[in-house]
């Protein structure tokens, strides 16, 4: 018999929620955005969205359709990596436990020192934060893809920061998945 709590399902199901309680349990996936959750919610779910990939997927979908002033919106509303709120401890859990598991709470004086630079120079340049899915990365490879994106273009560094908020919200999913 299959129940809720079926391994590879979300829990709750997001196709047996109302609303409210959808934005509840997933309204958080986007941060700070809830209405990511609230278009995906709208746009109608079924059981392909009850699993993290398929909500995932209902969720990218939501955000790729929302104007671009919406999207800058969604990448404005992102933390800096090892920035002042991390410091303050001021970060969502999720955003908290994504940078520590980077290692970017243990960064030397010259690493947190270089993050600084780094974030100033790419607001600077992009009026946006830089955003990077770092779960699982290690602050060399961070670092790296940091310089590295600071010469695109605007155009295609709104675009990765897009792929990569879509990317944070499926491991965010598949994180609850796995804690069942
Ligand atoms: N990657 C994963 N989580 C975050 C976050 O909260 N902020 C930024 N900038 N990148 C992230």
């Not at 700070?32 to 979908?61: C, F, I, K, Q, Y």
């Not at 920061?161 to 499926?170: G, H, P």
Request: proline residues 3%; aromatic residues 8%.
């Amino acid at each position: 018999m299959v129940d809720s709590t079926s391994e590879g399902f979300l829990s709750p199901r997001p196709s047996s929620l109302s609303r409210s309680d959808f934005i509840a349990s997933y309204g958080g996936i986007y941060e700070h955005s809830p209405w990511v959750a609230e278009a995906a919610w709208d746009s109608g779910l079924g059981e392909r969205e009850d699993t993290a990939d398929g909500l995932a997927g209902a969720m990218a979908r939501a955000l790729e359709a929302a104007d671009t002033d919406r999207q800058l919106e969604l990448i404005r509303a992102h933390p800096d990596l090892a920035g002042k709120a991390a410091v303050a401890g001021e970060l969502t859990a999720d955003s908290s436990s994504e940078q520590a598991s980077a290692g970017l709470d243990q960064c030397s004086a010259e690493e947190f020192e270089r993050f600084q630079r780094l974030n100033a120079e790419y607001k600077e340049r992009f009026r946006f934060p830089f955003v990077m899915a770092v779960r699982g990365q290690d602050r060399h490879a961070i670092l790296a893809a940091f310089e590295r994106r600071l010469s695109n273009s605007p155009e295609e560094e709104r675009r990765t920061a897009i792929e990569q908020i879509n990317r944070i919200a499926l491991l965010r999913l598949h994180e609850r998945v796995a804690a069942g």
